[in-house]
């Protein structure tokens, strides 16, 4: 028991060993998210096909992006490129802005010294993954209709959502720590969020980067959630195998930032319920 506990401050198995728990609270976020509203979780689909529409518009027809690597130049070929981007760093943004709320928006729990507050972290990143899932459901749709098909690579997915997961728990673990000792991050969270949105890959391709000066370039084809995107695109609307060193790379970074928000975690929130 001993050697358990001393692996629990280094490895979050505390989430493994309560892995139903961490789905009850997955369930439950779903359900809640959208419990008073008419269409319930249909809104999973139609915000972001709205958003969808508008960054359609804006980068596919006004400013005619368009991606070296898709098997056309048509709008649905660019629109189906750009929301698979989308559904990856929406699965990120989603766990960061949430992350510096969660434990101060369950004081109940933070009093209770038996619960394990490290998995609301991991339902919060299990319950965004799952969305993601579901919108991709309509990358899948859009590639039938359109007569491209579903390509044999989407068995490489699993391998992307690996690293997004890790960077997810890890950040998350970090800003939820965080956030109960500033109570303002949160605000400098979401300006973070939105400012990575648009200097990540997401709108555009990195091609784009060629005149740049090389280093440019390589911050950005460096960054985690380009690699993830990338693989995302590459795996399920491109049809190309995974590009394995950025892939190995990326996944044992999120591995390290995992660890690391985990044992931040462990080590401040003794002083939770102190603070609360």
Not at 23 to 52: C, H, K, N
Not at 122 to 135: D, K, L, M
Not at 219 to 226: E, S
Request: with cysteine; charged share 10%.
């Amino acid at each position: 028991m001993t050697a358990l506990n001393s692996t629990v401050g280094f490895v979050p198995w505390t989430v493994i060993h309560h892995r139903e728990l961490v789905w009850q609270f997955v369930r439950r976020d779903l359900r809640e998210r959208y419990r008073s509203s008419a269409l319930g979780m249909l809104w999973t689909l139609i915000t972001p096909l709205a958003m969808l529409a508008v960054y359609t518009l804006v980068f596919g027809v006004i400013f005619k992006s368009r991606w070296p690597s898709a098997h056309s130049d048509s709008i649905l070929d660019f629109s189906l490129t750009l929301f698979t981007g989308l559904v990856a760093y929406g699965v990120f943004a989603d766990v960061a802005n949430r992350a510096p709320g969660l434990v101060v928006g369950q004081i109940n729990l933070v009093k209770k010294v038996v619960f394990p507050l490290e998995t609301l972290v991991a339902s919060s990143v299990g319950a965004a993954v799952v969305r993601s899932v579901i919108e991709l459901v309509i990358v899948v749709a859009g590639l039938l209709i359109s007569g491209l098909g579903l390509h044999w690579t989407i068995v490489f997915l699993p391998l992307y959502y690996l690293p997004l997961v890790f960077l997810c728990l890890g950040i998350g673990w970090f800003l939820s720590a965080l956030g109960v000792f500033l109570r303002d991050i949160n605000h400098v969270v979401g300006v973070v969020v939105q400012l990575l949105l648009f200097l990540t890959p997401v709108f555009y391709s990195i091609d784009l980067f060629k005149s740049f000066p090389p280093v440019a370039r390589e911050m950005v084809a460096a960054n985690p959630l380009h690699i993830i995107i990338d693989g995302f695109r590459r795996c399920l609307v491109w049809g190309q195998t995974p590009d394995w060193w950025p892939l190995a790379a990326v996944t044992g970074f999120g591995l390290v930032v995992m660890l690391a928000g985990h044992w931040w975690f462990a080590k401040l929130k003794r002083a939770f319920a102190d603070v609360i």
